[in-house]
């Protein structure tokens, strides 16, 4: 059982300043100390917004593609330049 969850919307198509929005979405979780990433965004965007949130996704253990629609998958660039070693989970049809 998870004790210790957080979950923070990096991008979505809503946002308020200083954060920016994109047709797109990507959440940190945070459960029991493990950070995952949930889909990227559309454009990378949301590395932006961690920044501003002063979230390190350097830190982030494991990334999940969702589904393969360029406005949860396109981001995933941005990421890898940011954390090169976290293992990324999608289905084999991504």
Same mark, same amino acid.
């Not at 990507?26 to 932006?48: M, N, P, T, W």
């Not at 593609?65 to 954390?83: K, Q």
């Given at each position: 059982?998870?004790?210790? @969850?957080?979950?923070?919307?990096?991008?979505?198509?809503?946002?308020?300043?200083?954060?920016?929005? &994109?047709?797109?979405? !990507?959440?940190?979780? &945070? =459960? %029991?100390?493990?950070?995952?990433?949930? %889909? =990227?965004? &559309? !454009?990378? /965007?949301?590395?932006?917004? =961690?920044?501003? @949130?002063?979230?390190? @996704? =350097? /830190?982030? #253990?494991?990334?999940?593609? !969702?589904?393969?629609?360029?406005?949860?998958? %396109?981001?995933? *660039?941005?990421?890898?330049?940011?954390? %090169?070693?976290?293992?990324?989970? @999608?289905? *084999? #049809?991504?």
């Amino acid at each position: 059982m998870i004790k210790n @969850l957080k979950m923070t919307v990096l991008i979505d198509n809503v946002a308020v300043e200083p954060l920016v929005g &994109e047709w797109g979405l !990507s959440i940190l979780i &945070e =459960a %029991d100390g493990l950070k995952i990433l949930l %889909d =990227a965004g &559309e !454009s990378g /965007q949301f590395v932006r917004n =961690a920044a501003t @949130l002063q979230t390190d @996704l =350097a /830190q982030v #253990g494991v990334g999940v593609l !969702s589904h393969a629609h360029y406005d949860h998958a %396109d981001g995933m *660039e941005a990421f890898f330049a940011c954390n %090169d070693r976290a293992k990324f989970l @999608l289905r *084999e #049809g991504c």
